[in-house]
């Protein structure tokens, strides 16, 4: 038995195979790109597994896929795979379609033929899982009630639109052709190895250096946060009792302000790594992000009730975890640092004065 994991050198696609390998899963074919978001010292620890077979390689390249289903034959595919930055997809929305969008399709039709061609039990057994985000439902006003799992879709980026349009697909696969399909949306994850042009790592990485810390807008923005081992977690959750055709939100039950994150950061390195006159000093509010959505909640009532799952860590616990790891891993952190994300945040960050 082996799942088959897109994405897998990723931030919570590597967070997931290492869960899953931990906790005893079977053996996982890792298929990633190796984009700048895709790192394999994320999987050093693992990377004389046996259980874990790496592979680089495009999910849009369909037959590659295939040739991989038809060798390990997985009773399941874990999709992770994904262009994930709001700010990047402004820039370049041309990856986000070919990935999110062209990717993902061509990776059903490789999964809709590999499960057409299992014998009858392992057929019924099957399943593909689709990772996706709570951003593809649009922006709440301050009293709305939380994103559900039949909230209305209205993306509102080129990202969240790229990912609205693979659950589409996903759902399609489904309701056309019996494809047993699962579909999650998270909510904003944090935790090791994320990618330090996001939030919570960029304030730890420019905190620690002296550096500004910027922050869009007024810093008002709500988000709801998850700490990324909460998410594992849930994702095996859904794929072993998760029903067919169905969608579950996974939310960490911390909707927090931008500001409100980064001032939690600040004093929770304060008390670690102290500075004189603290760090809350470097905060500098910037140019919003076009379009920037100001509101996310999510309504996680259906994965709790119907499958037993709920987030372990507080905002303060897996804060104080993530903040932790990146202390213990500066390495880590100036490798990924490096060439094309030095040139990524010059590009995002130079034309956006702080005010």
């Keep these: 038995?082996?799942?088959?994991?897109?994405?897998?050198?990723?931030?919570?696609?590597?967070?997931?195979?290492l869960d899953w390998l931990s906790a005893g899963g079977e053996p996982v074919v890792n298929l990633d790109k190796l984009t700048y978001a895709g790192n394999l010292a994320n999987l050093a620890s693992?990377?004389?597994?046996?259980?874990?077979?790496?592979?680089?390689?495009?999910?849009?390249?369909?037959?590659?896929?295939?040739?991989?289903?038809?060798?390990?034959?997985?009773?399941?595919?874990?999709h992770f795979a994904a262009e994930s930055h709001v700010d990047r997809s402004i820039h370049g929305p041309g990856d986000f379609i070919q990935t999110n969008v062209v990717g993902t399709f061509r990776l059903l039709e490789a999964a809709r033929g590999h499960w057409q061609s299992l014998p009858s039990g392992e057929r019924e057994a099957f399943r593909f899982l689709h990772v996706s985000t709570d951003e593809v439902y649009g922006t709440l006003a301050e009293t709305d009630p939380a994103f559900s799992e039949s909230t209305a879709y209205a993306p509102n980026s080129p990202y969240s639109a790229s990912k609205a349009a693979s659950d589409h697909l996903v759902r399609a696969w489904h309701h056309t052709?019996?494809?047993?399909?699962?579909?999650?949306?998270?909510?904003n994850n944090y935790g090791p190895f994320q990618f330090p042009e996001k939030l919570i790592p960029l304030m730890i990485a420019n905190a620690l250096e002296g550096k500004p810390l910027p922050v869009y807008?007024?810093?008002?923005?709500?988000?709801?946060?998850?700490?990324?081992?909460?998410?594992c977690e849930a994702i095996r959750t859904v794929l072993a009792r998760g029903?067919?055709?169905?969608?579950?939100?996974?939310?960490?039950?911390?909707?927090?302000?931008?500001?409100?994150?980064?001032?939690?950061?600040?004093?929770a390195l304060q008390a670690l790594r102290p500075r004189d006159g603290g760090y809350r000093d470097l905060v500098a509010f910037v140019a919003d992000r076009p379009g920037h959505d100001r509101?996310?909640?999510?309504?996680?009532?259906?994965?709790?009730?119907?499958?037993?799952?709920?987030?372990?860590?507080?905002?303060?616990?897996?804060?104080?975890?993530?903040?932790?790891?990146?202390?213990?891993?500066?390495e880590w952190v100036a490798q990924?640092?490096?060439?094309?994300?030095?040139?990524?945040?010059?590009?995002?960050?130079?034309k956006r004065v702080p005010r």
């Design 217 to 231: 807008g007024d810093g008002g923005q709500v988000r709801d946060w998850l700490f990324v081992g909460d998410h």
């Design 46 to 78: 693992v990377s004389a597994d046996p259980r874990h077979h790496f592979v680089q390689g495009d999910i849009a390249d369909q037959a590659a896929v295939e040739s991989l289903l038809a060798t390990h034959r997985p009773r399941a595919i874990v």
């Design 177 to 187: 052709y019996g494809l047993p399909v699962l579909t999650t949306n998270c909510s």
């Design 1 to 17: 038995m082996t799942i088959l994991v897109t994405g897998g050198a990723g931030f919570i696609g590597a967070n997931f195979v």
């Design 336 to 350: 990924v640092r490096s060439g094309e994300y030095r040139r990524w945040i010059e590009r995002n960050y130079e």
């Design 295 to 330: 509101r996310y909640a999510i309504d996680a009532r259906k994965i709790r009730d119907e499958l037993g799952w709920s987030p372990r860590e507080s905002f303060a616990s897996g804060l104080a975890r993530t903040l932790r790891w990146y202390l213990a891993n500066a």
């Design 243 to 267: 029903r067919p055709g169905e969608v579950y939100n996974v939310g960490g039950n911390a909707e927090k302000r931008n500001l409100e994150v980064v001032h939690a950061l600040c004093d």
